[in-house]
């Protein structure tokens, strides 16, 4: 009789066990239930082409704004739109913050520093507008962070003027990638003819649909909120 009692409590105890472990597996016990914090990368292009510069101040708040919203493990990049932007000279700051909050805040002063920094030494915008370089550059940013959503802010009118020579005309891989454009603003021409405007933004929503990511328009810089997904 001892035996019998013996082996139904072994076998309580080994269902028990296998019980946690399927719970634990479909996360029902992990976190009570919590979904995993996912990691984030962003990287901002702020157009540097004629007029344009005077929006600056605009770019400023925004950055600002991711500095203070990104966590420990989120990456950050900041790059200038200019004559030629796959290069990463354009590259004015980057940075993968740390898991220890003191070095990630300073980290997050420093870059601080270089977005001010380049936002009060800019006194002549570039003479050309190459964005789809600087949409290259940032993607191969993001994908070597790995990081779980990844997100592209573009900070432009999307007017491109390429200096001669240079090839752009082809399909981009945004694949896994959001692009945001951000404070699209109306060029003078646009007052003429506003279909220019929707045409614009219709091109690039076209090219990045097709080039496998998602594309959002924000121009109500009063919504910050909306720029990345808070964890």
């Known amino acids: 009789m001892k035996l019998v009692t013996d082996s139904a409590r072994l076998s309580r105890h080994i269902m028990t066990l296998l019980l946690i472990t399927a719970l634990l597996s479909t996360g029902l016990l ?5 979904s995993p914090v996912k990691s984030r990368a962003v990287y901002m292009l702020i157009d540097t ?11 400023e708040t925004i950055m600002n704004y991711l500095l203070a919203t990104l966590d420990s493990g989120d990456s950050l990049a900041l790059a200038r739109i200019d004559s030629a932007s796959f ?23 420093l870059f ?6 380049f936002t009060s030494e800019l006194v002549r915008g570039s003479a050309h507008t190459d964005i789809t370089g600087g949409v290259l550059q940032a993607i191969d940013f993001l994908n070597e ?6 997100t592209i802010l573009v900070f432009s009118d999307l007017e491109e003027d390429l200096p001669e020579g240079h090839v752009r005309d082809f399909p981009i891989d945004v694949a896994g990638i959001e692009v ?11 007052n003429i003819d506003p279909r220019d405007y929707e045409n614009r933004l219709n091109a690039w929503q076209k090219r990045v649909m097709e080039g496998g990511g998602q594309w959002r328009v924000i121009n109500d810089l009063e919504r910050l909120d909306r720029l990345v997904a808070m964890n």
């Open 145 to 150: 962070t790995d990081a779980d959503e990844k």
């Open 112 to 117: 601080q520093h270089h977005v001010q920094t």
């Open 87 to 109: 290069n990463e000279e354009d590259i004015i700051a980057k940075a993968t913050f740390d898991i220890r909050p003191s070095t990630a805040n300073d980290q997050k002063r």
């Open 30 to 34: 992990a976190g009570c239930g919590e």
């Open 49 to 59: 082409s004629g007029t344009y510069t005077e929006q600056l101040d605009k770019a």
């Open 180 to 190: 945001v454009a951000l404070n699209v603003t109306k060029l003078t021409r646009d």
